[in-house]
């Protein structure tokens, strides 16, 4: 008995993690339809796992227009040794996405990419989201603003500071750089980017 209950259980995780994949997957191509990327310097990740120790990522250097759900790399944030891989993922997405995952249980998904108007909103002296209208108003209160760009998010100092500044914000801009956006679904994740 015990045996057909972890295999129902394994069953239901691997459609779970199956169906992340296929959102996940279409929301690159969304985000192409959208112009909300640049080239293969954005990366979109989502928790596979309940605690956010395993995570989807894109993989390196692959454009998100060709990016299918088989090609999502699995991640843990516990292995020291994913740098080593020879299909190890870009530096800064594992720093940030790791760093972010792990501190914070509620960004069960996310999307940060260089869009060109949020990248223009990023590069003022002041960033921030006046609630002028409803689409903006969507955001009052609830985004982040790092003004302390300190380079490539490549090292755990810099990607743990970024991971504090998001807090429980669901958007952060990241001054000089570009925007994050977290929420608990895949869907909900798009729909914050996207406005």
């Not at 192409?32 to 990740?45: C, G, I, P, Y």
């Not at 679904?185 to 980017?193: M, N």
Request: net charge negative; with cysteine.
């Amino acid at each position: 008995m015990i045996s057909a209950v972890h295999s129902q259980e394994d069953k239901e995780r691997e459609s779970d993690e199956r169906a992340l994949r296929v959102d996940l997957a279409a929301t690159f191509r969304i985000a192409v339809a959208f112009d909300s990327h640049e080239s293969v310097s954005n990366h979109f990740s989502a928790a596979v796992t309940a605690d956010d120790s395993k995570f989807l990522l894109n993989p390196k250097w692959q454009h998100f227009t060709t990016i299918k759900a088989s090609d999502l790399l699995l991640l843990d944030t516990s292995d020291a040794s994913t740098m080593d891989d020879p299909d190890d993922p870009d530096a800064t997405a594992w720093c940030i996405h790791g760093s972010i995952h792990s501190m914070l249980p509620v960004a069960r998904v996310l999307l940060h990419c260089h869009p060109p108007y949020p990248s223009v909103l990023c590069g003022l002296e002041n960033p921030s989201i006046k609630p002028i209208d409803q689409n903006t108003a969507r955001f009052f209160r609830r985004v982040a603003i790092d003004d302390n760009f300190g380079g490539m998010g490549d090292d755990a100092e810099e990607d743990w500071r970024i991971a504090r500044t998001f807090g429980r914000h669901s958007t952060m801009i990241m001054s000089n750089h570009g925007v994050s956006v977290s929420a608990v679904t895949v869907a909900e994740a798009f729909e914050e980017l996207y406005f």
